[in-house]
């Protein structure tokens, strides 16, 4: 059984993460990539390095470890969209794809015939998705997003991070990363919304609206509750004990989420008072009496290794884990086992295998995999140009000299 989106093109019109990311996905999905990238540098995010990709000969290529982790399965062509003839390329690749996606600022398209109403007005089964920082309109529309800027004031920085301390950024562009998956899901539902209505949509994801949208269970607590979330550190803010603790020689992380789990965990812990203390006898009690059971449960846990807690905490069906390095990850037998690791060749790296992270997307009729390496700029544009629009070798020639691919 094939890939479930294979026979679907998609027109790459996105740089930098979220919009490569969305991207990425569909072509893990089977989607025919093909990433539209200006000649010269492409992607911005080749150069954010190093890291970088080493050639054959053990050297620096222009290829970012950054690129790399949300290039995979697509096709390179360079092109020009400034001039006349790269905006002309680009409306014939439009009459054979169906969908594009792009992340210019609010209007940048427009000017060039190629915004949303003028698309759809030429092309009307094309979908159409903008990701952009605040939306296609609201007072903040104009401004440029960055997925550290929307972490702040999106909330997220609010409630990360210790009490103590500074407000905190989650280690991943993650703002970024949800605005993909959301822009992912949407067109998925743009294409199914198409084979009943012949006709595309125009999505508009903002990584603002994404970023309060997955506040989640910290926005309903506020909006109920009307009491203001803070900083816990580890801690959950509804489920007590559930956070990290200190042991003889490391941390771990556990996950008491019910009363049934904290008296096992307290009789086999030596310390069964805690779980008949009639202020812990109930998640809700140990919520509002936090600050008396956590320094009772740092003092028992301080006095044996992670390696003995991790065990006997799986022994008894406690949710526990370890708080793994990015090299202990990788070196995991579990994520091993799942094959989120892929030795992919690579163009750039003379043909050499480089790591990519795989997707985590299981179907049963088929697994998507890395078919395609991270392309450098320009990789396939003889190929994409020959096979969409009938150039020939010659005719690719001379627009490379005029630069407009």
Same mark, same amino acid.
Request: proline letters at 7%; aromatic letters at 6%; glycine letters at 12%.
């Given at each position: 059984?094939?890939?479930?989106? !294979?026979?679907?093109?998609?027109l790459? $019109?996105? *740089?930098?993460?979220?919009?490569?990311?969305?991207t990425?996905? $569909?072509g893990?999905?089977? @989607?025919?990539?093909?990433?539209?990238?200006?000649?010269?540098?492409?992607?911005?995010?080749?150069?954010?390095?190093?890291?970088?990709?080493?050639?054959?000969?053990?050297?620096?290529? &222009?290829?970012?470890?950054?690129?790399?982790?949300?290039?995979?399965?697509?096709?390179?062509?360079?092109?020009?969209?400034?001039?006349?003839?790269?905006?002309?390329?680009?409306?014939?690749?439009?009459a054979?794809?169906?969908?594009? +996606?792009?992340n210019?600022?609010?209007?940048?398209?427009?000017? &060039?015939?190629?915004?949303? !109403?003028?698309?759809?007005?030429?092309?009307?089964?094309?979908?159409? %998705?903008?990701i952009?920082?605040?939306?296609q309109? /609201?007072?903040? @529309?104009? *401004?440029?997003?960055?997925?550290?800027?929307?972490?702040?004031?999106?909330?997220?920085?609010?409630?990360?991070?210790?009490?103590?301390?500074?407000?905190?950024?989650?280690?991943?562009?993650?703002?970024?990363?949800?605005?993909?998956?959301? @822009?992912?899901?949407? #067109?998925?539902?743009?294409?199914? /919304? &198409?084979?009943?209505?012949?006709? /595309?949509?125009?999505?508009?994801?903002?990584?603002?609206d994404?970023?309060?949208?997955?506040?989640?269970?910290?926005?309903?607590?506020?909006?109920?509750?009307?009491?203001?979330?803070?900083?816990?550190?580890?801690?959950?803010?509804? #489920?007590?004990?559930?956070?990290?603790?200190?042991?003889?020689?490391?941390?771990?992380?556990?996950?008491? /989420?019910?009363?049934g789990?904290?008296e096992?965990? %307290?009789?086999?812990?030596? %310390?069964p008072?805690? @779980?008949?203390?009639? *202020?812990?006898?109930?998640?809700?009690l140990?919520?509002?009496?936090?600050?008396?059971?956590?320094?009772?449960?740092?003092?028992?846990?301080?006095?044996?290794?992670?390696?003995?807690?991790l065990?006997?905490?799986?022994?008894?069906?406690?949710? %526990?884990g370890?708080?793994?390095?990015?090299?202990?990850?990788?070196?995991?037998?579990?994520?091993?086992h799942?094959?989120?690791?892929?030795?992919?060749?690579?163009?750039?790296?003379?043909?050499?295998?480089?790591?990519?992270?795989?997707s985590?997307?299981?179907?049963?009729g088929?697994?998507?995999?890395?078919?395609?390496?991270?392309?450098? +700029?320009?990789?396939?544009?003889?190929?994409?140009?020959?096979?969409?629009?009938?150039?020939d070798?010659?005719?690719?020639?001379?627009?490379?000299?005029?630069?407009?691919?």
């Amino acid at each position: 059984m094939g890939l479930p989106l !294979e026979g679907v093109r998609v027109l790459d $019109l996105t *740089r930098i993460l979220a919009g490569p990311s969305c991207t990425q996905i $569909l072509g893990d999905l089977g @989607a025919d990539v093909i990433k539209i990238e200006r000649p010269g540098n492409g992607d911005d995010t080749r150069g954010w390095g190093p890291p970088f990709l080493n050639d054959e000969n053990g050297e620096p290529t &222009r290829e970012s470890a950054y690129y790399l982790s949300t290039n995979r399965n697509k096709r390179s062509l360079s092109l020009d969209i400034a001039t006349p003839e790269g905006r002309e390329l680009l409306e014939q690749m439009l009459a054979q794809s169906d969908i594009l +996606v792009e992340n210019f600022k609010v209007g940048d398209l427009d000017k &060039r015939g190629f915004g949303w !109403e003028a698309v759809h007005a030429r092309h009307p089964s094309v979908i159409y %998705c903008s990701i952009t920082g605040f939306g296609q309109d /609201g007072p903040y @529309a104009g *401004r440029a997003g960055y997925d550290f800027i929307i972490q702040g004031m999106g909330g997220l920085m609010s409630i990360t991070g210790d009490p103590r301390g500074q407000p905190m950024k989650v280690g991943v562009p993650i703002s970024d990363i949800m605005s993909g998956m959301y @822009a992912c899901v949407s #067109i998925l539902a743009a294409l199914r /919304g &198409r084979e009943q209505t012949g006709l /595309g949509q125009h999505i508009d994801i903002s990584l603002l609206d994404v970023q309060v949208a997955w506040l989640y269970n910290q926005a309903s607590n506020y909006l109920l509750g009307g009491e203001e979330p803070g900083r816990l550190g580890n801690a959950h803010p509804n #489920i007590v004990p559930y956070e990290t603790f200190a042991t003889a020689d490391g941390h771990v992380n556990i996950g008491i /989420g019910n009363d049934g789990q904290f008296e096992r965990f %307290c009789a086999f812990a030596g %310390c069964p008072e805690l @779980a008949t203390d009639p *202020r812990f006898t109930t998640n809700t009690l140990r919520l509002r009496h936090r600050e008396a059971l956590i320094p009772a449960l740092q003092t028992v846990f301080a006095t044996r290794s992670s390696a003995y807690w991790l065990a006997e905490l799986e022994r008894h069906k406690i949710p %526990c884990g370890p708080i793994n390095t990015i090299s202990e990850v990788f070196a995991d037998p579990h994520v091993r086992h799942r094959g989120m690791v892929t030795d992919v060749p690579h163009s750039a790296a003379g043909g050499r295998s480089v790591p990519l992270v795989g997707s985590p997307i299981r179907l049963s009729g088929s697994r998507p995999e890395i078919r395609r390496a991270p392309p450098t +700029v320009g990789q396939h544009s003889e190929e994409i140009l020959a096979e969409l629009l009938g150039l020939d070798a010659e005719q690719v020639a001379d627009l490379k000299r005029r630069s407009i691919v």
